[in-house]
Nanobody, 118 residues
């Protein structure tokens, strides 16, 4: 079954770090670019970080300089290291493909909740 499983979220104080993990079924090398998305209550789901199959990365301005995305193609894992967390980072975080066009490769998972208090 094609799926992703996100983990690593939690409740932290502003300024603390978190590392999110995404375990994907199948070969993410074949999938290509993978990304982390987040959705805050009442807001749309936004892409915050992406990484190509060869490791090129890009970040939304809101997390640039504070987050690092990485992947392990052999283990079909994608990670998001988040530092200096802010209350506005509070959201449910999801991983999925970053398609140039067409549908996402994976059905959306349950996500992992990140809550940052001031």
């Amino acid at each position: 079954q094609v799926q992703v499983l996100e983990s690593g979220g939690g409740s932290v104080q502003a300024g603390e770090p978190l590392r999110l993990s995404c375990a994907a079924s199948g070969s993410i090398l074949i999938v290509g670019t993978m990304g982390w998305y987040r959705q805050a209550p009442g807001k749309q789901r936004d892409l915050v970080a992406q990484i190509t199959s060869v490791g090129s990365t890009a970040y939304a301005d809101s997390v640039k300089g504070r987050c690092t995305i990485s992947r392990d193609n052999a283990k079909n894992m994608v990670y998001l290291q988040m530092n200096s967390l802010k209350p506005e980072d509070t959201a449910v975080y999801y991983c999925n493909s970053v398609p140039r066009s067409g549908p996402y490769y994976y059905p959306w998972g349950q996500g992992t909740q990140v809550t940052v208090s001031s």
